[in-house]
Nanobody, 124 residues
Framework: QVQVVESGGGSVQAGGSLRLYCAVS???????MSWYRQAPGNEREFVST???????NYGDSVKGRFTISRDNAMNTLYLQMNSLKSEDSATYYC???????????????????WGQGTLVTVSS
């Protein structure tokens, strides 16, 4: 059973920075890894993705301010958040998505796992 655990959230003033962490219980390189966020009363919003291929995408609202990265040896996904704004306040979720197929010569069925989230509060 694959587990995804986020950490690094907290309170920060506008203009500040935070780094979020997403620990995967195994084989992060076999997954497309993504960050989403959800503020109270809002729908869950795409933030960024780091695909197995190395392709990276960002949501329009965070481009130029957030940077996603991944450490395969540590099985960890990161989200460096700079120039934070009050509208960045939300619970941030990490998602691991693995389509069916081979990874490291082992065949896997498809799997999608979400973490429990980590809260980010930005005060203006």
């Amino acid at each position: 059973q694959v587990q995804v655990v986020e950490s690094g959230g907290g309170s920060v003033q506008a203009g500040g920075s935070l780094r979020l962490y997403c620990a995967v219980s195994g084989g992060v390189h076999c997954f497309d890894m993504s960050w989403y966020r959800q503020a109270p009363g809002n729908e869950r919003e795409f933030v960024s993705t780091f695909r197995r291929s190395g392709t990276i995408n960002y949501g329009d609202s965070v481009k130029g301010r957030f940077t996603i990265s991944r450490d395969n040896a540590m099985n960890t996904l990161y989200l460096q958040m700079n120039s934070l704004k009050s509208e960045d306040s939300a619970t941030y979720y990490c998602k691991a998505n693995r389509p069916s197929g081979f990874c490291d010569d082992t065949w896997y069925s498809s799997l999608e796992v979400w973490g429990q989230g980590t809260l980010v509060t930005v005060s203006s």
